[in-house]
């Protein structure tokens, strides 16, 4: 069975911070991983999405990279703002599943 | 697009009653998800749809949860009787594609408290 961990659970920095959350994962066949944005009281917002065969993807200031054969993958965020405060969650999506399995999130909090 | 549309956003119930949840997917999209996020589990499958048949209903926690997709258009989870320990954010998702390699598009979300 497919588990998802995240690290660490929370995470607080000053503004303009560079930062790396991190999320592995024990079942390294994967068809994709997800890197999604909960704000409090709110739906999840798709941040990017790797494919199994890519190592990384890049959204603004956002990086995310992926090291199937290890299980891991990083979510960089650059020059960190306030409103980046939110809960990020990774997900993978296992070969011959669609459905996604989950770690429980970092609780970033950026602070002015 | 309006995104997908999930109702009651907060459902306030007493226990043994029938709980409705509702869900509208994005149009297009042919896979529909419902996941129950809560602090001690985080956010766990309840059941997948795919061309509006069941695929996947093995996170359905017991025989009191029951889901139908009557069309492309519309899904409801329903809890009967409710108990407590169903409190939860309960989340619908839909897809394109049979494998979600587009990604996920969530909705907000129901805040379901059985009291």
Known sequence: KQEVTQIPAALSVPEGENLVLNCSFTDSAIYNLQWFRQDPGKGLTSLLLIQS?????????????????????????????PGDSATYLCAVMNSGYSTLTFGKGTMLLVSP | ????????????????????????????HNSLFWYR????RGLEL???????VPIDDSGMPEDRFSAKMPNASFSTLKIQPSEPRDSAVYF????????????????????LTVV
């Open chain 2, 92 to 111: 619908c998702a839909s897809s394109q594609g049979h494998r979600g390699g587009y990604g996920y598009t969530f909705g907000s979300g129901t805040r």
């Open chain 2, 46 to 52: 309840l059941i997948y749809f795919n061309n509006n």
């Open chain 2, 37 to 40: 996020q809560t602090m001690m």
């Open chain 1, 53 to 81: 065969s890519q190592r990384e993807q890049t959204s603004g200031r956002l990086n995310a990279s992926l090291d199937k054969s290890s299980g891991r993958s990083t979510l960089y965020i650059a020059a960190s703002q």
């Open chain 2, 1 to 28: 697009d309006a995104g997908v549309i999930q109702s009651p956003r907060h459902e306030v119930t007493e226990m043994g009653q029938e709980v409705t949840l509702r869900c509208k997917p994005i149009s297009g």
